[in-house]
């Protein structure tokens, strides 16, 4: 059989770069060379793309003198070639990178899985591992994500939308209507951002201050959720495009106040329960939460959600819903599905087999009015 040429994309323009590059190289690990013709794009901070030879060590170095520029696809009739820039003494030479079956985007955060590059690939008419433009915008802010959620009746943690502007007109009338919501502590994060980056546990006055400013580093929308008590940490993995499936429930053990950053991605510590020590019902409830979350926005391919549930009452809360969630080797997602039977190679060939079933049903979709 033919193989499948796979653009495997990771760093972009985000926060998160750093854990992309961690992500793609479990993807990479994972990618059959038996299936598979990988190659490998990088996005720098800067928002260029470059391709060579171990692309992704280049980017761990930080050293791209060896990579050549990608200018990415644009229009359908481009769809199934990439091109490369190479110097000459004669100028810049396109030069056609082989063609690609399926774009694998490994983006985590803005420009990347908040519907701006599915965007590029739904104006090349190529095949893309996720959800579409929809599902990936309102996923990521966590601000229009809430407010579908309260319409499709699935219960959230109370929160407030703060824009940055609104701190720097004044940050004391900010704060009083924060602590309106009720007692200390509160979470102040991005409205568009993911693997805790940005997220500032707040105990009192001066911590939610000095939250919001870290917030707004990141984003001009801010999200402030009221902390949920005696809350356990429950994540579940939802795979498919128009009948998804849930995984088993997985409870996270945080080392810290919060499952932070740090504890995520740079020392491991925090631990992880699969499958989480929860009723029978209540593990059920969850998994219903997340696909009706998951089918409100629209998504495709894949997503974590990730919950809040009362230790005391077994209240669930849906905190947010993850379209592009980490793949490294420490990743809850992976985890989840590998505990429910589906190892990670087996899942990144699902991922692929789903992204080429929702291209053959875009395909089947006319946009031009016939007389």
Not at 37 to 54: F, K, P, S
Not at 100 to 129: I, S
Not at 313 to 319: E, P, R
Not at 335 to 353: C, E, F, H, N
């Amino acid at each position: 059989m033919k193989k499948l040429r796979v653009a495997v994309l990771f760093g972009g323009r985000s926060g998160e770069h750093d854990v992309s590059l961690m992500s793609a190289r479990s993807v990479l690990g994972a990618l059959d060379p038996q299936r598979y013709e990988v190659i490998q794009i990088g996005v720098t901070l800067d928002g260029n793309w470059l391709t060579g030879a171990n692309t992704l060590d280049a980017f761990d170095r930080k050293d791209f003198a060896s990579l050549t520029s990608v200018i990415p696809p644009t229009e359908p009739a481009a769809r199934q070639s990439l091109y490369i820039a190479r110097s000459t003494k004669m100028g810049d030479k396109l030069e056609t990178l082989s063609g690609v079956d399926v774009f694998f985007p490994v983006l985590h955060g803005p420009f990347g899985e908040d519907g701006t590059m599915q965007g590029l690939f739904e104006l090349a008419d190529a095949a893309y591992v996720g959800a579409g433009v929809a599902g990936s915008s309102v996923g990521m802010d966590k601000g229009i994500f809430k407010d579908v959620m309260r319409a499709n009746g699935i219960p959230i943690v109370e929160s407030m939308l703060i824009l940055r502007t609104d701190l720097e007109k004044n940050m004391n009338a900010v704060i009083e209507k924060i602590e309106k919501m009720g007692e200390y502590p509160f979470f102040a994060k991005p409205a568009n951002l993911g693997s805790s980056v940005g997220i500032s546990k707040c105990n009192s006055r001066s911590d939610l201050s000095e939250g919001l400013m870290e917030a707004a580093r990141f984003d001009r929308r801010l999200i402030v959720e009221k902390g949920a008590r005696n809350a356990r940490e429950i994540e579940v993995s939802v795979l498919g495009n128009e009948e998804p499936q849930a995984s088993v429930c997985g409870e996270v053990l945080p080392s810290r106040e919060f499952y932070s950053y740090e504890s995520k991605y740079i020392d491991g510590t925090s631990g992880l329960l699969i499958p989480a020590q929860l009723p029978a019902e209540v593990s059920d409830k969850i998994r219903e939460y997340a696909i009706r979350a998951y089918k409100a926005i629209d998504c495709a391919g894949m997503a974590r959600a990730d919950f809040f549930v009362d230790g005391k009452t077994n209240q669930i809360y849906l905190n947010e819903l993850n379209t592009l969630p980490g793949f490294t080797s420490i990743s809850m997602y992976p985890k989840l599905w590998q505990a429910s039977g589906l190892t990670y190679p087996q899942l990144v060939d699902r991922l692929i087999g789903l992204a080429l079933e929702r291209k053959a049903q875009r395909d089947r979709t006319e946009h031009r009015r016939t007389m």
